[in-house]
């Protein structure tokens, strides 16, 4: 089955960086847009960056323009976010997550998949 499996979260002091991973298994990545969202508590779901399944096109969260960047290793079956200039603003758990269309006869039917999290938190 699907799955996906985020690390690379933890405590980093603002100004500093990190790197997130998302290992995917139990579909074909490199035909699947990937997204990476974060979920803070009290506010809403925010998705912050996403990547076209050859990497040919990205967009971001006004929020993290400039100092995030997503990328994908297709080989590896692996999604990043390499996170820069950290604030405090950014402390969420990051999810990693696709969507999979199947068809039945002429009635498509999404299925989204989501990984467990990891927990970033940004403070000094």
């Known amino acids: 089955q699907v799955r996906l499996v985020e690390s690379g979260g933890g405590l980093v002091q603002p100004g500093g960086s990190l790197r997130l991973s998302c290992v995917a298994s139990?579909?074909?990545?490199?035909?699947?847009?990937m997204r990476w969202y974060r979920r803070t508590p009290g506010k809403a779901r925010e998705l912050v960056a996403a990547?076209?399944?050859?990497?040919?096109?990205?967009n971001y969260a006004d929020s993290v323009k400039g100092r995030f960047t997503i990328s994908r290793d297709n080989d590896k079956n692996t999604l990043y976010l390499q996170m820069n200039s950290l604030k405090p603003e950014d402390t969420a758990v990051y999810y990693c997550?696709?969507?999979?269309?199947?068809?039945?006869?002429?009635?498509?039917?999404?299925?989204?998949?989501w990984g467990q999290g990891t927990q970033v938190t940004v403070s000094s």
């Open positions: 997550q696709t969507t999979e269309t199947v068809w039945y006869g002429s009635s498509p039917r999404a299925y989204d998949y």
């Open positions: 139990g579909f074909t990545f490199s035909r699947y847009t």
């Open positions: 990547m076209t399944n050859v990497g040919d096109s990205t």
